[in-house]
């Protein structure tokens, strides 16, 4: 399995935003988008580990810009059983 | 809330020519962020600071241990040929010069081309055409060095722009193959190119560098269908590490991407057969083991491909005929030379065509087999003498440059500084000193520089 990045932002706007840069900076795909609740919106990316890295990064320097930033993380080798997870949320998307 | 800091924090701290950042334990410190702060030699300082010797002491732990000892082929120069060409470098009277990764030795052919130029230039004034002449001979004598038809070669100014002028000739929108593969051991000038040409539509992804290497598997695994280039190094910069690029070329090919090759770490102590190692495209520039000057770049392109790269760095040398002196449209060369811009590099030209003939009268494959042999010395002798090397310990899969990182509290350029008080030239790059010999260096002159190099950093 690939890698997943994460940004969460408190906010629709700043994910959008977050979304946008995550997505131009490098070669990574928009696998979901989670309204936590209490306005809390996560962006999750996967793709090999640098362009995550790079997405994560450049997601969290726009988010502040527009909104609120909340938190970001990497997760370089996710475990198998993250993929029925992800899975379960794309069919939910569709 | 948790505080995030970012590249762009990093960036702007440069900017204000800050020298450290202060995070508190709740902030996150983002891989980029981290890797800006390294680059930049930006302190990333914690509140409650943690202790920073246990990280120093960490470091200098040798990690060379379990190595085998290198075994180098026989051949390259005797000692003998090696004393004759050494008359041909007047510096070498005096010094040792084994910076050669960085700008090699002046030799008296090379300045004597220069010389030809300059005094055609005070004596006959305007001498275009036997300018141009010789522009066209280091072609020549570059698609020599490389086994191509000169009609597969064009001069440029630098490897940047040699990169570039090849980046800007794919329509980066309309072709359905967006992603370039590069990788984390580039010279990061070709990176910088990459990435600059994202705005175009084009997507990049680094093969990572591991324990100082870049693995086949990974390109297996990263590049694709979708991948129109991968752009990779012959030999990494920093330690030496060399490639298999007939294997690179394979996995490429493959998956019907074309591949790029920077050769400037490698050209002129490896042979290189574009035909035999299939390569597409290929960059090198001539100040290093080519034993030119700043100036000049050149670049190589498979004939049955040109007709696809049409460069948007361009000018007028680029075009089919640049005397013609149409306005109205593009009519770009038939050959490599589509890829050229403006008035070529006439001085640096006279140099290269020099310096490539020397390199191609001593022969890469003989010069390729006695830096073996120097490296199998400067290796051995290095983790010997408890330094710590971080170049492969396969003679067979570096070139040149032996790396010693120095400690974290010593200074790599300081440590070059030193080593020029003792009339040895190495380089300095990063947290590593580099040891890059060529044809003309001595087994005991390897033996002289690392051990002042191990009393320069035992000091
Ligand atoms: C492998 C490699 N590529 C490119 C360069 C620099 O290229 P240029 O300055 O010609 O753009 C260097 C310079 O050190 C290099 O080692």
Redesign the pocket.
């Known amino acids: 399995m690939n890698s997943l990045g994460f940004v969460e932002t408190k906010g629709f706007v700043a994910a959008v935003e977050a979304a946008d840069a995550m997505a131009k900076a490098a070669n990574v795909t928009i696998v979901g988008t989670e309204r936590v609740g209490g306005g809390l919106v996560a962006i999750i990316v996967e793709g090999d580990v640098g362009s995550v890295k790079a997405a994560v990064d450049a997601g969290a320097a726009s988010a502040k810009k527009v909104g609120e930033l909340v938190s970001v993380h990497v997760i370089a080798r996710p475990n198998a059983a993250l993929e029925d997870f992800f899975k379960g949320i794309r069919e939910k998307k569709k | 809330m948790k505080n995030i800091l970012t590249g762009e924090d990093i960036q702007q701290a440069r900017e204000q020519g800050k020298k450290e950042v202060i995070f508190d334990e709740k902030t996150i410190v983002t891989d980029i962020a981290k890797e800006a702060a390294r680059r930049f030699d930006i302190q990333l300082v914690k509140k409650e600071a943690a202790p920073k010797t246990a990280t120093v002491a960490e470091k200098r732990e040798p990690q060379r241990a379990t190595r085998p000892p290198s075994r180098a082929s026989s051949g390259g120069l005797s000692r003998e040929e090696v004393m004759e060409w050494k008359k041909e470098f007047p510096i070498l009277d005096s010094i040792i010069h084994v910076g050669n990764c960085?700008q090699s030795p002046q030799s008296k052919r090379v300045r004597q081309a220069i010389e030809q130029y300059m005094e055609s230039w005070l004596s006959i004034g305007m001498d275009w055409e036997y300018w141009i002449e010789g522009v066209i001979e280091a072609k020549n004598e570059f698609a020599r060095l490389i086994n191509a038809d000169p009609v597969e070669v064009a001069v440029s100014t630098?490897?940047?722009?040699a990169t570039s002028s090849i980046a800007s000739s794919i329509n980066w929108r309309q072709e359905p193959r967006k992603r370039v593969i590069t990788t984390e051991a580039e010279?990061p000038?070709?990176n910088y190119v990459w990435l600059a040409h994202q705005k175009y539509g084009c997507k990049v992804d680094f093969i990572p560098v591991r324990n100082g290497k870049l693995e086949l598997e990974d390109y297996d695994r990263l590049v694709d269908e979708e991948t129109k280039m991968v752009s990779t190094?012959h030999v990494y910069?920093q330690n030496g590490f060399k490639q298999d690029v007939k294997a690179i070329a394979d996995i490429v090919h493959s998956k019907g991407s074309l591949l790029l090759l920077?050769d400037?770490?490698s050209s002129g102590t490896h042979p290189i057969d574009v035909r035999e190692m299939d390569i597409d495209l290929l960059t090198t520039?001539n100040l290093k083991y080519l034993l030119g000057i700043p100036g000049i770049?050149f670049i190589y392109c498979k004939k049955e491909l040109l007709e696809q790269f049409k460069p948007s760095v361009t000018g007028w040398f680029g075009q089919e005929n640049p005397f013609d002196f149409h306005i109205r449209y593009l009519d770009y060369a038939q050959g490599a030379r589509r890829f050229e811009t403006g008035t070529p590099p006439v001085i640096a030209a006279f140099a290269a065509n020099e310096g490539m003939r020397i390199i191609n009268e001593v022969g890469p494959q003989r010069i390729k087999e006695h830096i073996e042999k120097l490296s199998e010395k400067a290796l051995n002798l290095g983790s010997e003498l408890g330094l710590n090397v971080i170049s492969p310990f396969d003679v067979t899969r570096k070139g040149p440059t032996t790396a010693i990182q120095v400690a974290e509290d010593q200074d790599s350029h300081h440590v070059e500084e030193e080593m020029k008080k003792k009339n040895i030239i190495v380089s300095a790059r990063g947290e590593a000193v580099r040891v890059a010999p060529h044809f003309f260096t001595l087994e005991e002159e390897i033996e002289t520089v690392m051990h002042e190099l191990a009393r320069v950093l035992n000091e």
């Open positions: 960085s630098s490897v940047s722009e010279f000038t070709v190094t910069y920077d400037y770490q520039g770049a």
